[in-house]
């Protein structure tokens, strides 16, 4: 698994959530042509994605989607369960604590730190500190920090959390995280951007013309017969 290209890597994941999609159909096979629409790429890059996980499919009869799934929780995604820690309880911070896509993929939120004293105590299950209790408070075992509190202070807060080690943050913050502590990630979550790319996108792609214009533009063939 080791020689997987980088590319291909950052691919798996989206496969998965494509074979998911599938199986919630009822779909128990799906193509190589299937996935790739799904995921808007071609045919080719599936089939050499899933090259790297073995011989899977078999001509004609497409990909076992059970099958595949299986291959990608017990090869590709770590085993290990995650523990992430949560920091903001505002309305990004409960949509997240409420967003099932974590317990059986990455791992699972397991304390949640707030500065609004009235959110103190447990939401949905999961104990909530104050803010300035990250250092007696955080989980020994947590390494993944969601951010999701003002922009003024993610940074500073981001700071203390890598003193107690940990390692990856998922900023969904305005402000910025600065580190230049080596193995620390950073990733930054910016929904205007991706809109802003999304519409940039979508004008790139070529106009579907109507089939009246089709039509006009067709000159009719003398019959020489």
Do not use: W
Request: include cysteine.
């Amino acid at each position: 698994m080791e020689n997987i290209p980088h590319t291909t890597r950052e691919r798996y994941p989206h496969y998965i959530r494509v074979l998911r999609a599938f199986k919630s159909r009822g779909k128990f096979s799906v193509t190589s042509h299937e996935i790739a629409k799904e995921m808007n790429i071609g045919d080719t890059s599936v089939r050499r994605d899933l090259s790297f996980l073995g011989k899977l499919g078999r001509q004609g009869l497409g990909y076992d989607v059970d099958y595949l799934l299986n291959k990608f929780m017990n090869e590709v995604v770590p085993n290990e369960r995650e523990d992430i820690v949560l920091c903001g309880l505002g309305n990004m911070g409960k949509a997240l604590v409420k967003y099932n896509g974590f317990a059986d993929k990455t791992g699972e939120i397991v304390a949640i730190f707030e500065a609004n004293p009235y959110l103190l105590g447990e939401f949905d299950g999961i104990p909530v500190y104050h803010i300035k209790e990250i250092s007696k408070k955080l989980p020994k075992e947590a390494k993944i920090a969601i951010m999701a509190i003002p922009k003024d202070v993610v940074n500073d807060v981001a700071l203390e959390l890598m003193q107690k080690g940990i390692k990856t943050f998922i900023n969904f913050s305005d402000g910025e995280i600065r580190t230049k502590s080596k193995g620390v990630v950073v990733k930054k979550f910016d929904l205007v951007s991706m809109i802003q790319e999304a519409i940039y996108t979508s004008k790139e792609q070529p106009k579907v013309r109507h089939k009246e214009e089709v039509e006009e533009t067709i000159e009719p063939v003398e019959n020489k017969g």
